[in-house]
């Protein structure tokens, strides 16, 4: 958290710094299998965030002593590029909190790909985040979930994640970088929709019973807007296969 | 997992169907906690806190540095954690594995959203303050170390003594004053374990657990949460563990402060 001795007015009669109401959405855009090699992708542009995720595998588990014999194993790495943020050049590769990401995202997915499908296998979750403005993490792991269906890895659900928070009294939807910086807390969520049970939550700021409350009932009311681009990202996919099937014949 | 992990598992959950747990503890109950402060006398703070089989040490040194570029009206502080070699077979030589990052993460947002070290209360002068550095040691797991470690971090800081600084230059025989805090924030960490719920696992229970939740908190304020392995939580479960660990809150402080003769 920065300094409090600089910060903005986050709230502006009773609108955001974007022009945001306190329960919505930055504009979301995903787009699913756009890279070749890989055997399923997305990329998603949420706000500014500019997130590209690709899955490989099922593929034999290497170095071949971490193979299961009863399951596949996820290997996930999430990780900022050194341009992605608009302060200062960044270091190359996952730096303490990438690492730390990327081992609850990969506990995410675990819960909903079904492993025993694929025993002595693994499959690689890459998140690459290509420009960043807060919330990548929500937005990595949404778009890993669309890349996942794309490589058609048998799954769940489709989870998707968004973080709500607080700025002063107010429980906020999908904090921008600016609004990440000076809030009064954050927490990120990803749920599976068909339970809504809560696969990651992390927190940090303060919240009391109430806005904790009222905060994950915005997550689960956002989810299904995401929920919705989702599925319409992995149909339009479909569909331009079928179209290029066609185009063949 | 080893066959012997996997029957013990078996055996936790079979257990838990009856009501009961390994060592006939209650759901919510913590296992015995002893906490030693004091035991580094080199470290500006320090403390060893043992709960149950688990042994975690904290210790504290405090260096003259800069600011953060984004602060320059606060000292820092900056955490860590070793999964040491020798608390555990399962535990290897080699760079910070992700699950030691994780642990000294997640104690380090609780006590940094907790605003317990009075971080401006650290400016040495024009661009120089004391850096706090938290270095958290586990000795023996036998599971929960993020509220062993979350302990063990806050009686360090509770005991840490500011160094006397003259003429730029820190004299570290002789402390003048105890480092300034505003709030003291304690975890609990709970496990779900074939749709039960139980606070505090042990090494066994860890093994067996489908899903894990900490929770930090100042007993009215949730200061951070971090939930973790594969399973799912349900909103329902979340209400109720908050429930536990505001209570359990008021518990874990007083042994804070009967162990460090400080209170807040």
Known sequence: MASKANKPELIVKGRRIDGRDFNELRPIKIEAGILKNADGSAYVEWGNNKILAAVYGPKEAMPKHIADPAKAIIKCRYAMAPFSSLAEHGRTGPNRRAIEISKVTKEVFENVVILSEFPNSEIDVFIEVLQGDGGTRAAGITAASVALANAGIFMRDLVYAVSAGRIEDKIVLDFNMIEDNYSEADMPMAIAPRNNEVLLLQMDGGLDRDQLKQAIGMVLEAGKEISRLQRQALKEDYSRVEESARGNK | MEAIDSIKS???????????????????????????????????????????????????????????????????????????????????????????????????????????????????????????????????????????????????????????????????????????????????????????????????????????????????????????????????????????????????????????????
Not at chain 2, 143 to 172: C, H, Q
């Open chain 2, 10 to 264: 078996n055996y936790i959950r079979e257990l838990l169907n009856n009501g009961a747990r390994e060592d006939s503890r209650g759901p919510y109950d913590f296992r015995s906690i002893m906490i030693k402060t004091g035991v580094i006398e080199h470290a500006e703070g320090s403390a060893q806190v043992d709960l149950g089989a688990t042994k975690v040490l904290a210790g504290v040194k405090l260096a003259d540095g800069a600011p953060m570029a984004d602060t320059p009206d606060q000292g820092t502080i900056s955490m860590s954690a070793e999964l040491l070699p020798l608390a555990s077979a399962d535990y290897e030589m080699g760079p910070p594995s992700p699950q030691s990052i994780e642990l000294a993460r997640v104690v380090d947002r609780g006590i940094r959203a907790g605003n317990c070290v009075a971080l401006e209360d650290l400016i040495l002068g024009e661009g120089k303050c004391w850096n706090v550095f938290v270095d958290i040691y586990i000795l023996n797991y036998d599971g929960n170390l993020f509220d062993a470690s979350e302990l063990a971090a806050m009686a360090a800081l509770m005991t840490t003594k500011v160094p006397k600084y003259e003429d730029e230059k820190v004299i570290r025989e002789e402390r003048v004053k105890d480092i300034k805090l505003n709030n003291i924030v304690t975890s609990s960490t709970f496990a779900k374990i074939g749709g039960h719920l139980v606070l505090d696992m042990n090494r066994n229970e860890e093994n067996a657990a489908d899903a894990r939740l900490t929770i930090a908190s100042d007993g009215n304020v949730v200061r951070a949460m971090q939930k973790g392995l594969n399973g799912g939580i349900t909103v329902n479960e979340i209400d109720e563990m908050l429930d536990v660990a505001f209570k359990k809150h008021g518990e874990l402080k007083s042994h804070l402060e009967k162990a460090t003769n400080r209170s807040l």
